[in-house]
T-cell receptor, first 117, second 110 residues
């Protein structure tokens, strides 16, 4: 149980285009989903936290107009990288937890590797 | 100063060796602590939670020292399959926010 999927697993796009990444909880309802970014040899950095039906909370330094997050249902959250540039090339990973509040284990998706040419 | 600091390694050890990783965290209000394992180009996977009293899971032992804000992971009888990056992770404040260390790379050789 507790499986999280991401799609696509990798994507290559041209500079200036937008890319949408989907994160789905397959066998549980995810009240909260998280989006992380990881550059080579660096730690995972939390970008934003999203709760179903409400606006995402972005971490300091993350542009909300560039990284659009939608969490329209309890099993799906999407991250859209708008007007992507080469510096946005990274490994994007989502995670999901069943309930908010006190700590619950986060289940991670397999990640999406984005390369912007 | 980073919120979670780890020695990046790499630690190169032979099979059967015992290896220890250390981690320090800066937020004294941190509530939960974990070790994750991340294989190359994969997502992190929870290895074990870390409790104040210390805890063991097979060959893995985790310790927490809240006074020193220090966490450790001991791996005994290393296997080739233990080769990975080990991430020290701290839950800071409420709402499930996880802060990841940059990881310590372990390479176990025959």
């Amino acid at each position: 149980g507790a499986v999280v999927s991401q799609h696509p697993s990798w994507v290559i796009c041209k500079s200036g285009t937008s890319v949408k990444i989907e994160c789905r909880s397959l066998d549980f309802q995810a009240t909260t989903m998280f989006w992380y970014r990881q550059f080579p040899k660096q730690s995972l950095m939390l970008m934003a936290t999203s709760n179903e039906g409400s606006k995402a909370t972005y971490e300091q330094g993350v542009e909300k107009d560039k990284f659009l997050i939608n969490h329209a249902s309890l099993t799906l959250s999407t991250l859209t990288v708008t007007s992507a540039h080469p510096e946005d090339s990274s490994f994007y990973i989502c995670s999901a937890t069943e309930s908010a509040g006190a700590y619950n284990e986060q289940f991670f998706g397999p990640g999406t590797r984005l390369t912007v040419l | 100063r980073k919120e979670v600091e780890q020695d990046p390694g790499p630690f190169n050890v032979p099979e059967g060796a015992t290896v220890a990783f250390n981690c320090t965290y800066s937020n004294s209000a941190s509530q939960s602590f974990f070790w994750y394992r991340q294989d190359c180009r994969k997502e992190p996977k929870l290895l074990m939670s870390v409790y104040s009293s210390g805890n063991e899971d097979g060959r893995f032992t985790a310790q927490l020292n809240r006074a020193s804000q220090y966490i450790s992971l001991l791996i005994r009888d290393s296997k080739l399959s233990d080769s990975a990056t080990y991430l020290c992770v701290v839950n800071s404040g409420g709402y499930n926010k996880l802060i990841f260390g940059a990881g310590t790379r372990l390479a176990v050789h025959p």
